[in-house]
């Protein structure tokens, strides 16, 4: 079974620091792994993407995330935090298996301060 | 990159009404398209999957009979929430998928309301 957990509710930055959202998940597979960003009142929007290339995927708006496998991380970073960055983050492992799903976090808010 | 298109994008309705969310694939065919729904504060849950020209497949505790998914075509999937309660009052997201283990792609989002 899979399962993620994303182990802060809120995170709270100044702007020009840097920034670490964290994720860690089981998979009884080779997992596929996101990260999407929801920003108030609109949809979701993909941010990166492992899919058992590079452990290190640069994403968009400066975003990246490393995958670690003996730690079973996948930890979202930015080296210095802007306003508009201030949304929910939710990482996601994909559910493998024949059918395509996906398996969400709980979600980080990231608060951003000016 | 592939479009996902969601309507309505909001939309407020009185108890008892029945309302239906459409999620269309627009440069691609999906043969898998997912609902899920997020409450306040909290992520988002999968409702059902929808295979084109069966039956969709629903989460535990999801009731068939008041959400209703139809696939009907390659791009297509509605899904209706009938007779409205103001506890059915959230955000309500679709995805498709084009291949296995790739990204997901989502729809806007519908906020229903209902009074």
């Known amino acids: 079974a899979q399962s993620v957990t994303q182990l802060d509710s809120h995170v709270s930055v100044s702007e020009g620091t840097p920034v670490l959202l964290r994720c860690n998940y089981s998979?009884?597979?080779?997992?596929?792994l996101f990260w999407y960003v929801q920003h108030p009142n609109k949809g979701l929007q993909l941010l990166l993407k492992?899919?058992?290339?590079a452990t290190l995927v640069k994403g968009i708006n400066g975003f990246e995330a490393e995958f670690k496998k003996s730690e079973t991380s996948f930890h979202l970073t930015k080296p210095s935090a802007h306003m508009s960055d201030a949304a929910e983050y939710f990482c996601v492992v994909s559910g493998g298996g024949s059918n395509y799903q996906l398996i969400w976090g709980a979600g980080t808010k990231l608060i951003i301060k000016p | 990159g592939a479009v996902v298109s969601q309507h309505p994008s909001w939309v407020i309705c009185k108890s008892g009404t029945s309302v239906k969310i459409e999620c269309r694939s627009l440069d691609f065919q999906a043969t898998t398209m997912f609902w899920y729904r997020q409450f306040p504060k909290q992520s988002l849950m999968l409702m059902a999957t929808s295979n084109e020209g069966s039956k969709a497949t629903y989460e535990q505790g999801v009731e068939k009979d008041k959400f209703l998914i139809n696939h009907a075509s390659l791009t297509l999937s509605t899904l209706t929430v009938t007779s409205a309660h103001p506890e059915d009052s959230s955000f309500y997201i679709c995805?498709?998928?084009?291949?296995?283990?790739?990204?997901?792609?989502f729809g806007q989002g519908t906020r229903l309301t209902v009074v």
């Open positions: 492992y899919t058992s290339a």
């Open positions: 995805s498709a998928d084009r291949t296995l283990n790739t990204e997901a792609f």
């Open positions: 998979s009884s597979y080779s997992p596929s």
